[in-house]
């Protein structure tokens, strides 16, 4: 039960870890991992399309940034490069979903390959712009949405 109990409140820092993009841009006080996780729930609910399954939509949506409460928010600008992160995160994930009765569950989504995956990525990329925008305007983060989303209407609305 402590080991329970020490992985929920593990998670929980997730609100108090700042998104690292935003310090190196100089935003004083940036939005927490925690708050962007619930902007890409957000988006999710709202835009999903009612071809996929919302309910994982929104499972994946909630757990894609959980590893960083151990690993840190790591930015293209760590020097890290993307499977060594990929493989860190990973690691991090399977250690704090341990015990968990529905470790296998929260497993396969976070190794999830579908089109539900791929639209919380969007989405992932869509929350950035738009907190780019109230931050005010931060091109390069618009721009780094703008080369991965997909949809008109997404990228319309990652626009300024």
Known sequence: MDDLKG???????????PRTGWLRAGIENPESVAAHSWGVAWLCMVLCPKELNKLKVLEIALIH???????????????IDVPEKHKMESAAFVEMTEQLCNRQHL????????AEADFVKQMDKLDMALQAQEYGGLEE????????????????????
């Open 65 to 79: 940034d959980l590893a960083e409460v151990r690993i840190g928010d790591i930015t293209p600008y760590d020097g």
């Open 141 to 160: 983060f618009i721009e780094s949405a703008l080369q991965v989303l997909i949809n008109p209407v997404h990228r319309q609305l990652a626009k300024p």
């Open 107 to 114: 497993r396969d989504l976070w190794n999830e390959q579908s």
């Open 7 to 17: 992985m929920l409140l593990e998670a929980l820092k997730l609100k108090s870890l």
